[in-house]
């Protein structure tokens, strides 16, 4: 069991900069390929970035890339979402995520292992 918790949401205004943090308790952090999706109301979850076991690799949808930066801290069981030049389409509730997939390129909540209860992200144009 992981549990996973997440802070750093709120409201920016458009071009603005938020920084999200997922703190895991539980089994061996290190297991887990780290995620973050997102739910915007009245839309599906959706995949955002993940980072691999080790942080060496990293992989993002394509309307973040080059905004967002997702980063891991082993030793201090966290993991990090730096969001830059925020739009009011990435207005949704962030989730922290887990899984335990071989590859990083896992972009369906339905393979999600564990997550977080969510934190809200409002960018205001």
């Known amino acids: 069991q992981v549990a996973l918790v997440e802070s750093g949401g709120g409201l920016v205004q458009a071009g603005g900069s938020l920084r999200l943090s997922c703190a895991a308790s539980g089994r061996t952090f290190s297991w887990y390929v780290m995620g973050w999706f997102r739910q915007a109301p009245g839309k599906e979850r959706e995949f955002v970035a993940a980072?691999?076991?080790?942080?060496?690799?990293?992989y993002y949808t394509d309307s973040v890339k080059g905004r967002f930066t997702i980063s891991r801290d082993n030793a201090k069981n966290t993991v990090d979402l730096q969001m830059n030049s925020l739009k009011p389409e990435d207005t949704a509730v962030y989730y922290c995520?887990?899984?335990?997939?071989?590859?990083?390129?896992?972009?369906?909540?339905?393979?999600?292992?564990?997550w977080g209860q969510g934190t809200q992200v409002t960018v205001s144009s």
């Open positions: 995520a887990a899984h335990t997939r071989a590859s990083i390129l896992v972009v369906s909540p339905s393979s999600i292992d564990y």
């Open positions: 980072i691999s076991r080790s942080g060496g690799s990293t």
